[in-house]
């Protein structure tokens, strides 16, 4: 059974740091994994996806990792604004759906707060 | 583009009540999936609806059902509410049945009392 875990669950960092989120899955055979970014109370702001083929994607300040073989991604946030304080959460998909079908497995998230 | 929209917004439920929520997907988007997001927990995966059939549900108890119309928009329902049930209820979907990203909605703040 696939599990995601995330690392910190809680961060709070200065503004204009840079900062590591860090996700850890436990099945490899992962199809696509999806970073997201979730206020208090809202629904989900897709951030960066990364198919399994991938080593990393970029937009703008955000940087994400894969490493399929040993289960892990990093979300790399550069120049940490205050604006950044959010949810944020990793979701992988099976490369072997169900059915056909492709859902997502989320890890818990990581609560960021960048001070300013 | 809109986007994903959902409704209603917020809704206060008492024990026992039956509530349906509602999903519009992205334009051009025909698979529609449903999560629930405990407080401080990540969305744990419902159901997904494709070609108004259900095609693969998460570990929930048959108290949750849903419909998706020729439109490709989708309702889930809860019957017989528990305390348990609060919570946000969010709505994705994506374009056929690929690995492809998924989009998702607002959410419904849902509370039972």
């Known amino acids: 059974k696939q599990e995601v875990t995330q690392i910190p669950a809680a961060l709070s960092v200065p503004e204009g740091e840079n900062l590591v989120l860090n996700c850890s899955f436990t099945?490899?055979?992962?199809?696509?994994l999806q970073w997201f970014r979730q206020d208090p109370g809202k629904g989900l702001t897709s951030l960066l996806l990364i198919q399994s083929s991938q080593r990393e994607q970029t937009s703008g300040r955000l940087n994400a990792s894969l490493d399929k073989s040993s289960g892990r991604s990093t979300l790399y946030i550069a120049a940490s604004q205050p604006g950044d304080s959010a949810t944020y959460l990793c979701a992988v998909s099976p490369e072997f759906p169900t059915s056909g079908t492709y859902k997502y497995i989320f890890g818990t998230g990581t609560r960021l707060k960048v001070l300013a | 583009d809109a986007g994903v929209t959902q409704s209603p917004t917020h809704l206060i439920k008492t024990r026992g009540q039956q509530v349906t929520l509602r999903c519009s997907p992205k334009s051009g988007h025909d698979t529609v999936s449903w999560y629930q997001q405990a407080l401080g927990q990540g969305p744990q995966f419902i159901f997904q609806?494709?070609?108004?059939?259900?095609?693969q549900r998460g570990n929930f108890p048959d108290r949750f059902s849903g419909h998706q119309f020729p439109n490709y928009s989708s309702e889930l329902n809860v019957n017989a509410l528990l305390l348990g049930d609060s919570a946000l209820y969010l709505c994705?979907?994506?374009?056929?049945?690929?690995?492809?990203?998924?989009?998702f909605g607002p959410g419904t703040r849902l509370t039972v009392l």
């Open positions: 609806y494709y070609e108004e059939e259900e095609r």
């Open positions: 994705a979907s994506r374009p056929g049945q690929g690995a492809g990203e998924q989009f």
């Open positions: 099945d490899s055979a992962i199809y696509n």
